[in-house]
């Protein structure tokens, strides 16, 4: 079994406040989020993470939001230590044929250097991993090996 050298790349989605009157234009507000890249050659695997930093100018009114909505009381909500971080995705990348991916479609991609790639992922795997736990847990080198090993079942066995 030969080693491969994959190309991590980490990049950070600042915050924002994209709310427009227009609603084919309201693109909502978002927190920061950490975005894990595990490449190899035309294929790719990542995990999103989103955290609980959000622009001062939305936070209270966010949290209000979400105490409404939610009937969140934050003197009876358990705290576990990762409260306001979540795993948005877990995904994978391919400029290959698409497998199991959106059948014969591709979308721009700014992570494969062909600019094009079938692309999957799934939130619930994040939570059902405990990818939080693990990486406050294991810290970031948990994150790279837990990519590799999703790389490797994912994409067969040539690269195992």
């Not at 994978?92 to 721009?108: I, R």
Request: with cysteine; proline share 2%; hydrophobic share 30%.
């Amino acid at each position: 079994m030969k080693k491969l050298k994959f190309e991590r790349i980490v990049s950070f989605g600042l915050p924002y406040d994209k709310r427009h009157k227009d609603p084919n234009k309201n693109y909502g507000i978002s927190s920061m989020r950490i975005h894990f890249i595990l490449k190899y050659k035309n294929r790719a695997t990542q995990v999103l993470l989103s955290t609980p930093c959000y622009l001062h100018s939305t936070t209270k009114e966010y949290l209000k939001k979400g105490i409404d909505l939610y009937g969140i009381d934050r003197e009876d909500t358990e705290f576990d230590g990762y409260e306001g971080f979540s795993c948005w995705s877990v995904g994978f990348h391919t400029s290959k044929n698409p497998g199991y991916f959106d059948k014969g479609q591709t979308l721009k991609c700014n992570i494969l250097d062909s600019g094009k790639c079938y692309f999957d992922d799934s939130a619930l795997r994040g939570n059902e991993e405990k990818v939080v736990e693990n990486f406050f847990k294991h810290g970031e080198e948990w994150i790279w090996k837990y990519l590799e090993k999703i790389f490797k079942e994912n994409f067969g066995d040539e690269f195992k």
